[in-house]
């Protein structure tokens, strides 16, 4: 594809991972022109980011502030043998609050309803066939396909409620397995907006992708006539189906992958949580910090950077697959209850992804959840194929 250069950087795609990149070149490199190509109708979607505030660093937290829609001082967990609460900062983006500030900050740099069918290192192709042409490209438009990394599954959904009274929450509960576990390990998560709103989020960590939404819904439904809350109104609803990892070949992975990939698409996500707001927001100040911005060194460095990452989270993946291949799918809640009988510095340290070597000792030490016949079995990673189920 031939053209003069019209941008220095194409985002290809406005969700997390490239309105973040675009909000750091923005404020880091403002003699950039940055565009942002998002192919739905809104920046982000219709989504809600979440992390511990122990995630970030004291750098990330200052500068993702303005995104924040809701912080809290701490949150609980409720197991059927053992109910937490727990002191950690969690902080949540809702996509609303994402669009207006990246809109703002971006203007007439922002598309939306601008879908990007390809690219390459230096254009991207739209949907009625305009060429934009660019120095750097990245492709920020989600999970690719294919099988180089084995992965199960955390499929919600999710619905922002008003009720018809108060609901007395005064923080999210993170994970309540009281419940009925179906299609794996269920757990809701319950994020108090208001006095009388609440997001409240019906989750699997399955086996499988398909996701039922009307099983869903009726679901969360009886959950909250459980605890008592009346629904007044659905003011939204949002779903989406989370990898995570159990194992694969990192290697092959980036071999399938062309051009700047980056968020999903290069594989930085928290491996048991599927959190991708930390790693997105860590790599955002990366390439903000690079010298030379072309699709190439951009590639290089993401590459780079995702082979680390995921070599540096093994243990997480070890863990996976115990929860995942060496439980019986009714039975993963006992290794989460488990978990969060420990420490909560180490908690902190876990979901951060800073275990270190005393930290793993100890979240696998003493009496194991899982038949230990089973965890000696995916003790490898080579253990595991795409697939195979317990």
Same mark, same amino acid.
């Given at each position: 594809?031939?053209?003069?250069?019209?941008?220095?950087?194409?985002?290809a795609?406005?969700g997390?991972?490239?309105g973040?990149?675009?909000?750091?070149?923005?404020?880091?490199?403002?003699?950039?022109?940055?565009?942002?190509?998002?192919?739905?109708?809104?920046?982000?979607?219709?989504?809600?980011?979440?992390c511990?505030?122990?995630?970030l660093?004291?750098?990330?937290?200052?500068?993702?502030?303005?995104?924040?829609?809701?912080?809290?001082?701490g949150?609980?967990?409720r197991?059927?043998?053992?109910?937490r609460?727990?002191?950690?900062?969690?902080?949540?983006?809702?996509?609303?609050r994402?669009?207006?500030?990246?809109g703002?900050?971006l203007?007439?740099?922002?598309?939306?309803?601008?879908?990007?069918?390809?690219?390459?290192?230096?254009?991207?192709?739209?949907?009625?066939?305009?060429?934009?042409?660019?120095?750097?490209?990245?492709? %920020? =438009?989600?999970?690719?396909?294919?099988? &180089? #990394?084995?992965?199960g599954?955390?499929?919600? *959904?999710?619905q922002? /409620? +008003?009720?018809?009274a108060?609901?007395?929450?005064?923080?999210?509960?993170?994970?309540?397995?009281?419940?009925?576990?179906?299609?794996?390990?269920?757990?809701?998560?319950?994020?108090?907006q208001?006095?009388?709103?609440?997001?409240?989020?019906?989750?699997?960590?399955?086996?499988?992708?398909?996701?039922?939404?009307?099983?869903?819904?009726a679901?969360?439904?009886?959950?909250?006539?459980?605890?008592?809350?009346?629904?007044?109104e659905?003011?939204?609803?949002?779903?989406?189906?989370?990898?995570?990892?159990?194992?694969?070949?990192?290697?092959?992975?980036?071999g399938?992958?062309?051009?700047?990939?980056?968020?999903?698409?290069?594989?930085?996500?928290?491996?048991v949580?599927g959190?991708s707001?930390?790693?997105? %927001? =860590?790599?955002?100040?990366q390439?903000? &910090? #690079?010298?030379e911005?072309?699709?190439?060194? *951009?590639r290089?460095? /993401? +590459?780079?950077?995702?082979?680390?990452?995921?070599e540096?989270r093994?243990y997480?993946?070890?863990?996976?697959?115990?929860?995942?291949?060496?439980?019986?799918?009714?039975?993963?809640?006992?290794?989460?209850?488990?978990?969060?009988?420990?420490?909560?510095?180490?908690?902190?340290?876990?979901y951060?992804?800073?275990?270190?070597?005393?930290?793993?000792?100890?979240?696998?030490?003493?009496?194991?959840?899982?038949?230990?016949?089973?965890?000696?079995?995916?003790?490898?990673?080579s253990s595991?194929?795409?697939?195979?189920t317990?």
């Amino acid at each position: 594809m031939g053209g003069s250069i019209q941008y220095d950087v194409i985002i290809a795609g406005g969700g997390l991972a490239g309105g973040l990149i675009a909000l750091r070149l923005r404020a880091l490199r403002p003699e950039l022109t940055v565009l942002v190509l998002e192919g739905g109708p809104v920046l982000g979607g219709v989504h809600t980011w979440s992390c511990f505030e122990t995630d970030l660093s004291p750098q990330v937290r200052a500068w993702i502030d303005p995104l924040i829609s809701y912080r809290w001082d701490g949150y609980s967990v409720r197991f059927p043998a053992h109910r937490r609460s727990l002191t950690t900062p969690y902080l949540s983006i809702a996509s609303d609050r994402f669009a207006r500030v990246v809109g703002a900050a971006l203007g007439p740099l922002a598309r939306t309803c601008a879908p990007v069918v390809s690219l390459s290192d230096t254009a991207v192709t739209l949907a009625d066939q305009s060429v934009l042409n660019a120095r750097a490209v990245i492709d %920020a =438009r989600g999970p690719s396909g294919g099988d &180089a #990394l084995v992965l199960g599954w955390q499929k919600f *959904l999710g619905q922002e /409620v +008003e009720l018809t009274a108060p609901h007395g929450l005064t923080a999210p509960i993170i994970m309540d397995a009281t419940v009925d576990q179906l299609d794996g390990y269920r757990f809701l998560y319950v994020l108090p907006q208001s006095p009388t709103r609440l997001l409240i989020e019906d989750t699997r960590y399955a086996d499988g992708e398909a996701l039922d939404r009307d099983q869903l819904r009726a679901d969360l439904n009886g959950y909250a006539a459980a605890q008592g809350w009346t629904i007044r109104e659905v003011l939204r609803e949002e779903d989406g189906v989370l990898p995570i990892a159990l194992g694969g070949d990192i290697g092959r992975w980036w071999g399938e992958t062309e051009g700047a990939a980056v968020g999903l698409r290069a594989a930085l996500f928290h491996p048991v949580t599927g959190y991708s707001l930390p790693d997105a %927001a =860590r790599l955002a100040d990366q390439i903000a &910090a #690079l010298p030379e911005l072309t699709t190439r060194t *951009l590639r290089a460095h /993401v +590459e780079d950077h995702s082979r680390r990452t995921w070599e540096q989270r093994g243990y997480y993946r070890l863990l996976n697959r115990m929860l995942f291949r060496a439980c019986e799918p009714d039975q993963r809640y006992r290794v989460l209850e488990r978990f969060y009988r420990l420490p909560q510095p180490l908690i902190e340290r876990f979901y951060a992804g800073r275990a270190g070597l005393a930290d793993k000792a100890r979240i696998l030490i003493g009496k194991p959840p899982v038949p230990v016949s089973a965890a000696l079995a995916v003790l490898a990673e080579s253990s595991v194929q795409q697939g195979t189920t317990t």
